[in-house]
């Protein structure tokens, strides 16, 4: 199954795993943050984090403290968590790799609006969007949590800053859950996904699949 981006009027994408390669950069970051709750609960949380990619921090480390963590356990709060997990991933954001032929694409879909919806903080996003020199590319904006992508993707379908025919472009179960209840097409991202059981679902699913945005110039 092959996807010609040319034929939609908006591109949204997810940041990590399609745009950067961060997905490793925040599993690691959830493994220090949770760390002095000790190794098994750390361990916990970052099968917890990829078996639910996209998800926001905020839900997965509430998800540490409410299930993996023995009541009146000493440690981190939820505020502390995420600012150990946000100085980790700040540095990791702005070094890792981004993906090839994004420009390419942009020039290729010169009609289009493109978004970024993201489980990453939206703040945090934009910054590093901004600083790495992406955030143009982007002419729809940039959202991230603590708003859900449900959340996100109804909001700006309302606006009309989302407008049919869409495209998502993600690399988890819950970017394709999420798109497709809002009648988004989708297109799996699989290069640096972090998704066990991609292949398996995608072809249940009958989804089209590359190996990065760059796939998508072909």
Not at 45 to 57: C, E, K
Request: with cysteine; net charge negative.
């Amino acid at each position: 199954m092959t996807v010609d981006p040319r034929g939609y009027a908006t591109l949204v994408f997810d940041c990590d795993g399609v745009i950067l390669d961060s997905n490793k950069v925040k599993t690691e970051a959830f493994y220090k943050a949770a760390l002095p709750y000790g190794d098994n609960a750390a361990r916990q949380l970052v099968s917890h984090h990829t078996q639910n990619g996209g998800i926001s921090r905020f839900k997965k480390f509430q998800y540490l403290l409410d299930n993996l963590v023995a009541p009146g356990t000493p440690g981190p709060d939820l505020e502390t968590l995420l600012a150990s997990y946000a100085r980790e991933v700040r540095d990791g954001l702005m070094s890792c790799a981004i993906t090839p032929g994004l420009h390419e694409l942009r020039a290729r879909t010169p009609k289009a609006r493109w978004l970024i919806v993201s489980g990453g903080a939206q703040a945090e996003l934009r910054d590093v969007f901004e600083a790495r020199g992406l955030a143009e590319l982007f002419d729809g904006g940039i959202y991230g949590s603590p708003d859900s992508k449900e959340d996100i993707l109804a909001r700006e379908m309302a606006c009309q800053n989302i407008v049919q025919p869409a495209l998502f472009l993600g690399d988890s179960r819950y970017d394709h859950v999420a798109s497709s209840a809002h009648g988004l097409d989708f297109v799996f991202i699989a290069g640096w996904s972090e998704f066990q059981g991609w292949q398996a679902y995608c072809q249940a699913h009958q989804l089209a699949v590359v190996a990065t945005v760059a796939a998508l110039n072909a």
